[in-house]
């Protein structure tokens, strides 16, 4: 969940510096700083579960995972920007090691739950859809295993789902899979 914090808006370079020092995260959005609070056991064991996981399978490889304190850049037009911490990231571009974030990902995870549902499933898909190199958004219920997922083909995204213990959700940009079992582990 979010909250805007003021109406005045402030620059990217004020937000990025605030940010740096600030015990909270907060993401931009046009100008508009929103503080972000936290999640549910349940929403932070996908989020640890898909870096892990992830990591693991990545390990050697030149892509690597990010958690939700790697922030993603998008160019909104117009000479906008926002700055969001989505719940994980697979990049398989080359990001300076002191780099504060990306605009490069190659797969999105968001963890819906009842505060972020709304948001991630609008505001954010339509901003991440707009990312040149994002090939997998995914969209994970925190209730059951059941995933939604866009990704990318000639055609622009194509719309699918994955539900139950016994299926794998295969990443192919990043040479990876997971079964949901695995993603799902420990979530009550």
């Known amino acids: ?95 300076a090691g002191d780099a504060l974030f990306t605009n490069s990902p190659s797969v999105i995870l968001e963890v819906l739950s009842p505060s972020t549902r709304r948001n991630d499933e609008v505001q954010k898909f339509r901003d991440y859809l707009t990312i040149p190199t994002l090939q997998t958004y995914i969209l994970a219920e925190t209730d059951a295993p059941y995933l939604t997922i866009y990704r990318r083909d000639e055609s622009g995204f194509q719309k699918e789902t994955l539900s139950g213990l016994d299926t794998v959700l295969h990443l192919p940009e990043a040479g990876i899979s997971i079964a949901l079992a695995e993603l799902y582990d420990g979530v009550n």
């Open 1 to 95: 969940m979010s909250v805007v914090l003021a109406n005045k808006t402030i620059s990217r370079d004020e937000y990025l510096h605030e940010e740096l020092g600030s015990e909270i995260r907060h993401e931009y959005i046009a100008g508009h700083v929103y503080a972000m609070s936290g999640g549910t056991l349940n929403h932070q064991r996908i989020s640890l579960n898909f870096l892990r996981l992830s990591g693991n399978q990545l390990s050697g490889k030149s892509c690597f995972p990010t958690g939700s304190d790697f922030k993603l850049q998008i160019d909104l037009g117009s000479g906008d920007e926002a700055f969001y911490y989505p719940d994980g990231m697979i990049i398989c571009q080359p990001v």
